[in-house]
């Protein structure tokens, strides 16, 4: 196995099967996640018959670096990772006074085929295990550490549905937050979905300890589904009743994700559906123009349709915020970099004489 993909109790369990005591198997954890050891040899305090175990039985999944790009600010870092089967994936570090942020992918591709969004114009190729969502963090701790600085946010909104990908997501999750290893705060890290409903209703049942943005883009069934396919799955009367049901489960405030698009979704008349539905709601909207993509036609809203947008909202008392855009000259936007990147020919490689 990968170790990167175990939580701790579930490799607490296997090294107790393969008869080492707690305290070699504490020892192990801190290797990975405290000390940050980028080879099974290099876990200190380990019997040598442990370390040959490991040797033989275990690996750890590093992600390698396929191809990167900074922002002309040096505030954004973007990568495009290589996974073990050849497969790329996108990770996006942003810098900000005081903290960092990591986004990271939950897929490899996505299913939910939103219109706008280049990942979801490539299609699905499969999930990531816990260990591939962990490896970015693991990888962009490395990346900061060498600077002096650390990692405080991550924001699974990269690559990939999360919900899509429940089960796996939610063991990266414990192990990125175990206070034992990375001990990253659970209040920091938040979940970003289009929308599916099972996966809302059982975050709110199983508590899980993350915050939640549900991505909108359209208040009304038909404007929403002709930007997110999956609203003909999930129609907005359901969507909205579980986010109601996360509200009234969690007693925490929900995010609703809002891209704006000329013409599109950025005027009065959109503004005040969008009020209507969330009035009375403990919710807040990040709006955020939009990131121009090869494949879609859209233009992101000027300042002033910004602006207008937000001001029929707080007449609803719907509090929002515009997102800083990051990274627009190093296709920052979640696809864009593997798009522009694989749409590249490849150079011949040269003929042997």
Known sequence: P??????????????????FS???RERVWTG??????????DVTGLRPDLQAVLQERARLGHLS??????????????????LHD??????????????????????????????FCATGQ????RHLTPGEVVGQVLHVTRILKARGETLRNIVLMGMGEPLHNYDNTMAAVDILVDPKGLALAPRFITLSTVGVVPGILRLADEARPVQLAVSLHGATDAERSA?????????????????????????????????????????????????????????HV?????????????????????????????????PSTVRQRRGIDIDAGCGQLKAAVERKPRRPLPVAS
């Open 22 to 24: 707690p305290q070699y």
């Open 65 to 82: 670096t396929h191809h990167e790009s900074f922002s002309s600010d040096d505030l954004t870092h973007k990568l495009l990772l290589r």
């Open 86 to 115: 050849g497969q790329t994936i996108e990770t996006v570090l942003m810098r900000f006074k005081g903290r960092a942020t990591v986004c990271v992918s939950t897929q490899a591709g996505c299913a939910m085929g939103c219109v």
């Open 286 to 318: 990040n709006v955020i123009p939009l990131n121009p993509t090869v494949g879609y036609d859209g233009g992101p809203s000027v300042p002033d349709a910004v602006r207008a947008f937000q001001d029929v909202l707080t007449s609803y008392g719907v």
């Open 32 to 41: 990975l996640y405290r000390d940050g050891v980028t080879a099974l040899g």
């Open 227 to 283: 930007l997110v396919p999956a609203g003909r799955r999930w129609p907005l009367n359901e969507l909205m009743d579980a986010c109601r049901y996360y509200v009234a489960k969690r007693k925490r405030r929900i995010f609703f994700e809002w891209t704006l698009i000329a013409g599109r979704n950025d005027t009065a008349e959109h503004a005040h559906p969008l009020g209507a539905l969330l009035h009375g709601m403990d919710a």
């Open 2 to 19: 990968n170790l990167y993909d175990l939580p701790r109790p579930v490799l607490d369990a296997r090294l107790a099967d393969w008869g």
């Open 122 to 125: 490539m299609g699905l190729s």
